[in-house]
T-cell receptor, first 116, second 115 residues
Framework: EAQVTQNPRYLITVTGKKLTVTCSQN?????MSWYRQDPGLGLRQIYY???????DKGDVPEGYKVSRKEKRNFPLILESPSPNQTSLYFC???????????????FGEGSRLTVL | AQTVTQSQPEMSVQEAETVTLSCTYD???????LFWYKQPPSRQMILVIR??????QNATENRFSVNFQKAAKSFSLKISDSQLGDTAMYFC????????????FGTGTRLTIIP
């Protein structure tokens, strides 16, 4: 089954404790991206990757890091989480960057992160 | 920069009725895609319908259709014969053709279908 898998789905942590949210897709997609969803703000892009070893900042990259060492994986790293990073996070992927052949981003199921 | 505006934070409608969710956007691009995504309580983001800006014909998907007015930069979603399973948050989104595939989302409309 084609899917984007995120882990963990839920996490409560404390300020300053490094954490990683993993994202993996099994569709051989070149493009992957992270979004955060906050009430009244919709979804905003954090980082994206057009291919292996190619990453770039989205609209709200502060406090986050990413890496793309393999095509299928795109982990989101919070080196020193703060309460303002409490949010719902989505990983997404699509087939061809810049060409948007399918016209669709495939989303993971979301990761609810709470930073105390 | 592109912006997407959904002016209806919440809506409710009786089951089997028709409801229209509004969306406006602002862009200087000429070629782009517009989308409606549905987010049920399960939180999954589900693509409902998409519209290519170069197509004049409005997109339809079963009970879902759009009214795309390019000059007015308006992209409303009509849900006909609404069902309880349509209860969800609905997001309008925009992406320019040939960009980095970033979706710019509106703030969402929470739709409740009343039995």
């Amino acid at each position: 089954e084609a899917q984007v898998t995120q882990n963990p789905r839920y996490l409560i942590t404390v300020t300053g404790k490094k954490l990683t949210v993993t994202c993996s897709q099994n569709m051989n997609h070149e493009y992957m991206s992270w979004y955060r969803q906050d009430p009244g703000l919709g979804l905003r892009q954090i980082y994206y990757s057009m291919n292996v070893e190619v990453t770039d900042k989205g609209d709200v990259p502060e406090g986050y890091k990413v890496s793309r060492k393999e095509k299928r994986n795109f982990p989101l790293i919070l080196e020193s989480p703060s309460p303002n990073q409490t949010s719902l996070y989505f990983c997404a992927s699509s087939l061809y960057p810049g060409r948007f052949v399918t016209g669709e981003l495939f989303f993971g199921e979301g990761s609810r992160l709470t930073v105390l | 920069a592109q912006t997407v505006t959904q002016s209806q934070p919440e809506m409710s409608v009786q089951e089997a009725e028709t409801v229209t969710l509004s969306c406006t956007y602002d862009t200087s691009e000429n070629n782009y895609y517009l989308f409606w995504y549905k987010q049920p309580p399960s939180r999954q983001m589900i693509l409902v319908i998409r519209q290519e800006a170069y197509k004049q014909q409005n997109a339809t998907e079963n009970r879902f259709s759009v009214n795309f007015q390019k000059a007015a930069k308006s992209f409303s979603l009509k849900i006909s014969d609404s069902q309880l399973g349509d209860t969800a948050m609905y997001f309008c989104a925009f992406t320019p053709l040939g960009g980095n595939e970033k979706l710019t989302f509106g703030t969402g409309t929470r739709l409740t279908i009343i039995p």
